[in-house]
Antibody
Framework: QVQLVQSGAEVKKPGASVKVSCMAS????????ITWVRQAPGQGLEWMGW????????HYARKLQGRVTMTTDTSTSTAYMELRSLRSDDTAMYYCGRGGVVFPTAVGNNWVDPWGQGTLVTVSS | DIVMTQSPDSLAVSLGERATINCKSS????????????LAWYQQKPGQPPKLLLYWASTRESGVPDRFSGSGSGTDFTLTISSLQAEDVAVYYCQQYYSTPYSFGQGTNLEIK
């Protein structure tokens, strides 16, 4: 079955960086995009960005531009999200999810399904 | 950017009764060339990641009970649970995937009355 397994919880100090991994299985990795979403404690879902695994193109949320980088390693079917210059308001659960089909033809089905289990990132001095 | 606004923020419904959640987009998410609405609904239970319920505004994901239905077009959408079950207690989110950023609504907290 299609599954996304994320790396474990992280505790970081303000100003540091974090890199969360998301290992996919059960489907052809480079035929879909990967979406990243975060959720601050007790809050709603915030779309962070999306990467086309086939060609590496990315779309980032404007508020995270310059601090976030999304990459993939197709040899291990793993996606990565790195967030730099961490602040306390970056404390959140970070989710990856499979996005829409990108190969052989993008069909616009860019909902998120399935989701990874989440990675809690805590930023605290 | 498209802003998604859900109503109400919270809702309490008796078991077996109908629950209705609304979602409004700041601009149309209907793509005229294929007549599809680029709108999804998710369910999130405490301590779990969200789960896809519906896509293209009204297509149920495999395995989702048929008491869940979606309707609407353009900028106004509705998620309906026809007969509320105890396991439906959750927060529900709509999301547009018409244009990036693929924004979410703020969520609707559904409880049992």
């Amino acid at each position: 079955q299609v599954q996304l397994v994320q790396s474990g919880a992280e505790v970081k100090k303000p100003g540091a960086s974090v890199k969360v991994s998301c290992m996919a299985s059960g489907y052809t990795f480079n035929s879909y995009g990967i979406t990243w979403v975060r959720q601050a404690p007790g809050q709603g879902l915030e779309w962070m960005g999306w990467i086309n695994v086939y060609n590496g193109n990315t779309h980032y949320a404007r508020k995270l531009q310059g601090r976030v980088t999304m990459t993939t390693d197709t040899s291990t079917s793993t996606a990565y999200m790195e967030l730099r210059s961490l602040r306390s308001d970056d404390t959140a659960m970070y989710y990856c999810g499979r996005g829409g089909v990108v190969f052989p033809t993008a069909v616009g089905n860019n909902w998120v399904d399935p989701w990874g289990q989440g990675t809690l990132v805590t930023v605290s001095s | 950017d498209i802003v998604m606004t859900q109503s109400p923020d919270s809702l309490a419904v008796s078991l077996g009764e109908r629950a209705t959640i609304n979602c409004k987009s700041s601009q149309s998410v209907l793509y005229s060339s294929n007549n599809k609405n680029y709108l999804a609904w998710y369910q999130q239970k405490p301590g779990q990641p969200p789960k896809l319920l519906l896509y293209w505004a009204s297509t149920r994901e495999s395995g989702v009970p048929d008491r869940f239905s979606g309707s609407g077009s353009g900028t106004d959408f509705t998620l309906t649970i026809s007969s509320l079950q105890a396991e439906d207690v959750a927060v529900y989110y709509c999301q547009q995937y018409y244009s990036t950023p693929y924004s979410f609504g703020q969520g609707t907290n559904l409880e049992i009355k």
